[in-house]
T-cell receptor, first 116, second 113 residues
Framework: AQKITQTQPGMFVQEKEAVTLDCTYD???????LFWYKQPSSGEMIFLIY??????QNATEGRYSLNFQKARKSANLVISASQLGDSAMYFC?????????????FGTGTRLKVLA | DGGITQSPKYLFRKEGQKVTLSCEQN?????MYWYRQDPGQGLRLIYY???????QKGDIAEGYSVSREKKESFPLTVTSAQKNPTAFYLC????????????FGQGTRLTVV
């Protein structure tokens, strides 16, 4: 079965600094997708960035970039120039395909606190 | 505006009472999902559905039931068999494409007293 591992329960970063949130995954599929979501204290899940297994370049979306190392099965999220509003839970996820059906599996998350 | 609506936002029930959480989407998505989130934990899949009148159990389906009579709706019922139902419940939907992200509702916080 596929699995997502986030080993950092909590992280602190100084405002305007960059921070990397770790994510490793386990899958035997050749084709897969990796996602990062942000969950503020309000509880909503906000999609941040996507990386496909066949994408040759690392995905970027504004201040978010994904450091994708396929051989190491890691998909770390990098947030540049951290802002106070970045304080939230961050989840790494993978879309799993089983018998033609899709489902998303999530890691346990990393709580990021941005310090002023 | 297109999106996913979960209602209610907060729900209180007495122990042993059955309760149904609503999830409606107007995104024309085929796939819908229910996740449970406990404090400090990730999202665990309860049930998911790819098409109308069909659904599959996720990792923690015991004590829950769902129906998918309409494409737009995927209600979740928490039965008395669920031993610890107090949690935050998130509904999501997606198109049936491998690169597609899931869109989430605002969530329902269920408290059983």
């Amino acid at each position: 079965a596929q699995k997502i591992t986030q080993t950092q329960p909590g992280m602190f970063v100084q405002e305007k600094e960059a921070v990397t949130l770790d994510c490793t995954y386990d899958t035997s599929d050749q084709s897969y997708g990796l996602f990062w979501y942000k969950q503020p204290s309000s509880g909503e899940m906000i999609f941040l960035i996507y990386q496909g297994s066949y994408d040759e370049q690392n995905a970027t979306e504004g201040r978010y970039s994904l450091n994708f190392q396929k051989a190491r099965k890691s998909a770390n999220l990098v947030i540049s120039a951290s802002q106070l509003g970045d304080s939230a839970m961050y989840f790494c996820a993978m879309r799993e395909t089983t018998s033609g059906t899709y489902k998303y599996i999530f890691g346990t998350g990393t709580r990021l606190k941005v310090l002023a | 505006d297109g999106g996913i609506t979960q209602s209610p936002k907060y729900l209180f029930r007495k122990e042993g009472q059955k309760v149904t959480l609503s999830c409606e989407q107007n995104l024309n998505h085929d796939a819908m999902y229910w996740y449970r989130q406990d404090p400090g934990q990730g999202l665990r899949l309860i049930y998911y559905s790819q098409i109308v009148n069909d659904f599959q159990k996720g990792d923690i389906a015991e004590g829950y039931s769902v129906s998918r009579e309409k494409k737009e709706s995927f209600p979740l019922t928490v039965t008395s068999a669920q031993k610890n139902p107090t949690a935050f419940y998130l509904c999501a939907s997606s198109i049936d494409r491998g690169t597609a992200e899931a869109f989430f509702g605002q969530g329902t916080r269920l408290t059983v007293v």
